[in-house]
């Protein structure tokens, strides 16, 4: 499996790029805003609702991050003006983290205050291990201004993750507000887990451990075993669909555009049947939807990081029964 996602990576440079185009479809929602705002309004029947990407990331000079709060200053009026359900995600190295941190964290700063004031959640994406602590600490120091929209993306396959959620979780109380994923970034043995049944276990007790926690949960996996483990855990927990999260005393009232404690989250175009089966059950299910001109670089990036994306790419594309649109 790894030599065969390893063979894709080597020679898709090399396919046209209409073909890539054909492909990336499915996984993007368009090359500009407008696209993005249409996809949505026809996800919107499927109960679904959203947090908008905007492609790229790792700019090479500071000056570079004014078109991206640029953008994601017109995504934030987009959303209040169509009233689309949804929420953004930001990935810091775009705004500047990997060049000067004091400037990023003003950047990430200037979108979340604009973000706040129409109660619209700003997600920081989690990149490679450079930029984790960097990345929490700029959600801290926004969170001790304030301004509550924040939350951070923790993975399931970094060691440091159970430390993670404890120090956030004491730190911000019931304000913690994370997603877990298994972490896209193939990470070094010393500092990660790096075998599947490794991964999907601690991404499981990271899982239990933001729960107990009292944290808003983001269970954000397309994968059976750790989206079944979460439907048990928040079942043994009291917590589903119409149920109000008693995990605090006094509880604490429902943000805009969250679900009672958790929701589920999924990429656009993978195992959507699984993403409307559990809409169709009561629970918050909302689709991660990137848009850009970038696609083509971003996919790539993506791809060279991370061959196993290839595999679920290839069988999405022979074997459609295995994961719906
Ligand atoms: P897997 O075992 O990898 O996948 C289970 C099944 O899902 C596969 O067999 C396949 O059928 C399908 N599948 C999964 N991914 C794809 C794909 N790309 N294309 C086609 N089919 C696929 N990672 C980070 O490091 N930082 C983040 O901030 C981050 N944010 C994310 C936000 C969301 C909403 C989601 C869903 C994922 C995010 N990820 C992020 C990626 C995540 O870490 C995993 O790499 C990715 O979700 C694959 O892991 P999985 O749990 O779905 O399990």
Redo the contacts with the bound molecule.
Sequence with gaps: MGLFGRTIVTFLPLAPRFIVGWVAKRYTAGENLGQALELMRTLSSEGACFTIDVLGEEIKSIDESSWFINEYESVIDSIVDSGIDANISIKPTALGLLIDEKSALSNIERIVRKAAKDDIFVRL??EDNRVTQATIDAALTIQHQGLENIGV?L?GRMFRTPDDISKMSKLLGAKSDF?I?????LEPPEISYTSYLDIVDSTNRAIDLMLDSGSYTAI????IP?IEHALKSLESRGLGPGKEDSRHNPPVPMRKGKGPGYEF???LG??GNIRRDLSNKGHRTRI?LPYGEKWYEYGMRRLRENP??AV??T??LFMPW??RR
Excluded: E
């Design positions: 994406d989690m993306v993975q997603r994923c298994k972490g896209i970034y954000a996996s397309h994968d750790v989250q999924f990429l993978v195992r991660y196993g994306v679920h790419v069988k999405s295995t994961n």
